[in-house]
Antibody, heavy 123, light 107 residues
């Protein structure tokens, strides 16, 4: 059974830093791209970042580019999101999500999600 | 970035109704569109990918169509378990974007 378990969400002051983690199990972690997707309270979904299966390629939403860094440790089946220079608008539930692959190709969509970890940026 | 616009934002319907949700892209995305269902307090669930391909395990009452800039999600006969919020998402580029969501409520 695929499981994604996020951790690290807390209340942090504006301008602060935070590192989120996602522990993956139930699938061959280093076969798949991984993503972070967030959802502000009562709002819609916003894709945050993508990392390729080997960590060699990373992509970011414009709203977080230059402030957030995605990384992974395939030896630990873990995904991370380093968040710096946090703003009030970064307040959200952060989901870790597994990239989708068919038998022939992989795509920028998400077939498994964690339950999320809540980040609150407030003074 | 490609903007995704969903309509309506809220939809009131009864069990057994045929429901259609529209998603429009600000530029052509070919068929690189997915649909998700999200229930309160839960993570989203993938329903459809590549505009019309049904994800494994998803009931056949869900269907998707469209290409280019206009897409639809149709629920042929609304069931009690289908009251939820639905999101479209484009994956034509590496800057992935979602629509604003459509909440399907009980009439």
């Amino acid at each position: 059974e695929v499981q994604l378990v996020e951790s690290g969400g807390v209340v942090v002051q504006p301008g602060g830093s935070l590192r989120l983690s996602c522990a993956a199990s139930g699938f061959t972690f280093d076969d798949y791209a991984m993503h972070w997707v967030r959802q502000a309270p009562g709002k819609g979904l916003e894709w945050v970042s993508l990392i390729s299966w080997d960590g060699g390629s990373t992509y970011y939403a414009d709203s977080v580019k230059g402030r957030f860094t995605i990384s992974r440790d395939n030896s630990k089946n873990s995904l991370y999101l380093q968040m710096n220079s946090l703003r009030a608008e970064d307040t959200a539930l952060y989901y870790c999500a597994k990239g989708y692959c068919s038998s022939t190709s992989c795509y920028g969509i998400f077939d498994y999600w964690g339950q999320g970890t809540l980040v609150t940026v407030s003074s | 970035d490609i903007q995704m616009t969903q309509s309506p934002s809220t939809l009131s319907a009864s069990v057994g109704d045929r429901v259609t949700i529209t998603c429009r892209a600000s530029q052509s995305i070919s068929s690189w569109l997915a649909w998700y269902q999200q229930k309160p307090g839960k993570a989203p669930k993938l329903l459809i990918y590549k505009a019309s391909s049904l994800e494994s395990g998803v009931p056949s009452r869900f269907s998707g169509s469209g290409s280019g800039t206009e897409f639809t999600l149709t629920i042929s006969s609304l069931q009690p378990d289908d009251f939820a919020t639905y999101y479209c998402q484009q994956y034509n580029s590496y800057s992935l974007t979602f629509g604003g969501g459509t909440k399907v409520e009980i009439k």
